[in-house]
């Protein structure tokens, strides 16, 4: 069994069960003024870069939906047809990663652990019968991100 994630290796030949988390909203919220700033803010970035669109994610409804759908969505919004918008997503995201990593430092911003999250994934790291790992829409350093910058990301489980 081989698992993604931060710290813990699994190798057994005993049965593990694999417990997944989503990011927002199951171990993280948002909070305060800069609510999730940095991670929007990549949106803008790609949307500016790959279309020269000023625009932000906040022009449609986008609780619940993946990174790259809300590209989608939002640059049908602005007119974009979704086969170019498509045909350009590879990039945008390759911005979006490219603003997230240059300013990383700000990646916990707007952004808190919920309640008991820290202690469960504490208890479930020190079970050899369990795995821990994400399964979320963020792109994947954008979810990784918010784990390091909140320091839960070495609760998860690490590949042997």
């Known amino acids: 069994m081989v698992v993604t994630g931060s ?3 699994v190798a057994s030949s005993k049965p593990v069960t694999l417990i997944s988390f989503d990011v927002d909203g199951t171990l993280i919220h948002n909070i305060g003024k800069d609510a999730n700033k940095l991670h929007k803010e990549c949106f803008t970035a790609g949307f500016k870069k790959v279309f020269g669109i000023d625009t932000h994610i906040d022009t449609i409804p986008h609780h619940g939906g993946t990174d790259p759908l809300i590209v ?9 047809p ?3 918008a ?6 945008v995201e390759e911005v979006m990663i490219r603003h997230f990593l240059e300013h990383q430092e700000r990646a916990g911003l707007g952004l808190e652990t919920l309640p008991g999250v820290e202690k469960l994934l504490k208890l479930l790291q ?3 019968d369990v795995a821990t790992c994400l399964v979320t829409g963020n792109l ?12 839960i990301d070495h609760l998860f489980t690490q590949p042997p």
């Open 86 to 91: 498509l045909a350009k997503l590879k990039e």
């Open 72 to 80: 989608i969505k939002v640059l049908e919004h602005h007119g974009i």
């Open 7 to 9: 710290t813990q290796p």
């Open 82 to 84: 979704k086969a170019k």
């Open 126 to 128: 020190g079970r050899d």
């Open 140 to 151: 994947e350093p954008v979810g990784w991100g918010k784990m390091k910058a909140l320091g």
